[in-house]
């Protein structure tokens, strides 16, 4: 393998460590909130942040620990598919309404 093809092998890297705008993306939520979540920390009745890491001034956010957040707030029928009714016509609505 030639050393060019080697390079784009490894550019070809999942990252494991993501900064906040790119955490925020990924949840689902705002950046106000994974700020304020890691000012505040965990408060009563409030939904509580993923954790973080604080390398010098940088914050980073695993991939993985994210993943792990939102499968927290998973419900075990999340996964179960929802069969869904058809409406009932209008016609037959519209005789028994009031504007009958």
């Given at each position: 393998?030639?050393?060019?093809k080697?390079?784009?092998?490894?550019?070809?890297?999942?990252?494991?460590?993501?900064?906040?705008?790119?955490?925020?993306?990924y949840?689902?939520m705002?950046?106000?909130?994974?700020?304020?979540?890691?000012?505040?920390?965990?408060?009563?009745?409030?939904?509580?942040?993923p954790?973080f890491?604080?390398i010098?001034?940088?914050?980073?956010?695993?991939?993985?620990?994210?993943?792990?957040?939102?499968?927290?707030?998973?419900?075990?029928?999340?996964?179960?598919?929802?069969?869904m009714?058809?409406?009932?016509?209008?016609?037959g609505?519209a005789?028994?309404?009031?504007?009958?």
């Amino acid at each position: 393998m030639g050393r060019r093809k080697a390079e784009e092998k490894e550019l070809d890297v999942q990252p494991v460590l993501v900064d906040e705008k790119y955490a925020a993306a990924y949840i689902g939520m705002s950046l106000s909130f994974l700020r304020r979540t890691r000012m505040e920390g965990t408060l009563k009745s409030r939904t509580p942040g993923p954790r973080f890491l604080k390398i010098g001034r940088t914050v980073r956010y695993e991939m993985a620990e994210l993943d792990r957040w939102i499968d927290q707030f998973r419900g075990e029928d999340s996964c179960v598919p929802v069969r869904m009714e058809p409406l009932p016509s209008r016609r037959g609505a519209a005789s028994s309404s009031r504007y009958a």
